[in-house]
């Protein structure tokens, strides 16, 4: 385990050095915030920090565990579940648009992948709905997809 560790820790800090270095010539900050290369590098600086999490945890850890390593575990059902709605997530969000698609993504994920009870579900949507239109559109003036809904929730 500690030398399977060591290795994926390092691949992903090459990983995260290439994608930093592929940054280089991209605007981080503009004269209105966040500009193009901003979202990338904190990506790839976040990747850079986790690798080596990883690689002190290995180097701490006192023995090498042996045996096969079980990827999935006992939930490769939530696994897939999860798998399938964030495909289903990118398939129909342009043409629901963004806050339907939020909503019905984090029903799905709450209430029946969790098993959270729904008053929980309808509290996190809610939080999760309106602080991220306020994150995107409000402060940071990101156009999300309104889809077919648009016409019907505008302003006469």
Wanted: proline share 5%; charged share 15%; net charge positive.
């Amino acid at each position: 385990m500690k030398k399977r560790d060591y290795i994926s820790s390092l691949v992903l800090l090459c990983f995260a050095a290439l994608l930093f270095w592929q940054t280089r010539e991209l605007v981080v900050w503009g004269p209105f915030g966040p500009s193009s290369g901003f979202f990338p590098m904190g990506l790839s600086l976040l990747l850079a920090v986790l690798s080596v999490s990883i690689m002190i945890r290995a180097w701490r850890q006192s023995h090498e565990t042996s045996g096969w390593i079980q990827i999935l575990g006992p939930e490769k059902k939530k696994y897939f579940l999860y798998l399938a709605s964030f495909f289903i997530f990118s398939l129909i969000f342009a043409k629901a648009g963004y806050t339907l698609t939020l909503v019905a993504f984090l029903i799905f994920i709450l209430r029946f992948v969790e098993k959270q009870s729904w008053k929980i579900t309808v509290g996190i949507v809610v939080i999760a709905a309106l602080v991220s239109n306020l994150l995107f559109v409000r402060f940071l003036s990101v156009p999300l997809p309104e889809g077919f809904l648009a016409p019907f929730l505008r302003p006469m």
